[in-house]
């Protein structure tokens, strides 16, 4: 049997105030078309589908019209369950209805945890849940998520014939984070140890947003849909493609073309003026000293620009204020000492008049 597996798309995300949603779009054609191409039996989406509870209608209509395509015209099953991110009450509409067009949903756990079986493989979904809700509503005594499970899935009687498959959005010690996940609880309480999920034969996860795998062809994370950090700009997003025989699993990562990159470019002011693209990219400026408008000038180079930082900068601002004990200067002198320190350059007569003016004004009040 063939399943691919992905997680967190996120759809609707921002990123620096810049909608991804076309981006978004063009990664999902390109996953339809390769499905089209290549038989699987089921799509598995780890959780994190939509970027915030309350998505934008477009990126509704974005999901609405994947699994359309998906589900209704390739006939290709798919298994979706909550992440951190969605809302179980909207992610779950109609669920019910669904499972009989293909389209397996969970936006709740359900307990007793019961598999949906296709031949041989027995698959279980494991929505986002939090420790509260399923001490309070579920009836689970345990002190930790850790707890929770183990005493979740010791009461499943597995089919020991069965490949039996966790669907499930968690984060699992040894896992590698970036910068785009949101923690599933503050600190580290939530990380689960790789043993609570011995029972399965094959644990595919959302939350990390680095494909990686915590135990070799056993649990793995299938990693964002697109880079959604700087954290990320190296890594390479991927699906996985799960082939299993009577060996076991054979997992290989399946890379789909993206509108545009996500990457960081780095150089002094003049050599990033020499490049143009239309990626994202965070600019990292080599440059000594500030440049004057540098982030609208080389927005005509790089219209997708996400960020740009100094990486070089002399920082002697802060001791040189200190230096000369700014405490007790008055406050137009303060001013053109800062001036000159950003501008490297004298305060010129008719600015030093306006803040000469300012400064009176303020300190009359
Ligand atoms: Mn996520």
């Known amino acids: 049997m063939r399943f691919l597996h992905t997680a967190d798309w996120h759809l609707g995300k921002n990123l620096n105030e810049r909608s991804l949603l076309e981006d978004q779009q063009v990664i999902l054609n390109n996953m339809l078309h390769w499905i089209r191409q290549n038989s699987i039996d089921a799509l598995f989406i780890c959780g994190d589908i939509y970027d915030r509870s309350l ?13 359309r395509q998906c589900v209704l015209e390739l006939e290709v099953p798919v298994f979706l369950i909550a992440g951190n991110h969605d ?25 007793p945890l019961k598999p949906v079986v296709m031949g041989k493989a027995h698959i279980y979904m494991w929505p986002y ?24 899935f010791s009461g499943i009687s597995l089919d020991p014939k069965a490949i039996n498959i966790l669907l499930a959005h968690e984060y699992v010690m040894g896992g590698i984070e970036s910068e785009s996940e949101r923690p599933l609880v503050m600190g580290k309480a939530s990380a689960l140890s790789s043993e609570v999920f ?34 990320e700009a190296l890594s390479v997003k991927s ?63 790089y219209p997708n620009a996400l960020g740009l930082e100094y990486v070089s900068l002399e920082r002697r601002l802060p001791v040189r204020l200190a230096a000369k004990g700014t405490g007790q200067m008055d406050l137009s002198s303060a001013f053109e000492r800062f001036y000159m320190s950003v501008r490297e350059e004298d305060l010129p007569a008719d600015y030093r008049d306006v803040t000469e003016k300012v400064a009176s004004g303020l300190e009359s009040v």
Request: no cysteine; aromatic share 8%; hydrophobic share 40%.
């Open 55 to 67: 998505p934008p209608k477009e990126a509704v209509r974005l999901l609405d019209d994947f699994l």
């Open 87 to 111: 809302s179980p009450e909207r992610i779950s509409y109609a669920s019910s209805l669904l499972e009989g067009a293909g389209l397996y949903v969970r936006g709740f756990a359900e307990l």
């Open 129 to 152: 849940t939090e420790l509260s809700t399923l001490r309070w509503q579920y009836g689970v005594d345990a002190d930790s998520m850790e707890e929770a499970l183990r005493e979740i």
């Open 198 to 231: 011995s029972p399965f034969d094959l644990v595919l996860l959302g939350h990390l947003h680095r494909p990686q795998s915590v135990k070799k062809d056993e649990i793995l994370y299938s990693g964002s849909l697109l880079k959604y950090s700087k954290s």
């Open 239 to 301: 699906a996985n493609l799960i082939e299993i025989n009577e060996e076991g699993a054979k997992v290989t990562p399946v890379t789909f073309p993206v509108l545009r990159d996500l990457r960081v470019v780095r150089g002094d002011f003049s050599e990033l003026l020499l490049d143009t693209s239309e990626d994202f990219v965070y600019m990292e400026l080599t440059d000594k000293k500030l440049m004057a408008d540098a982030m609208s000038r080389l927005r005509a180079n």
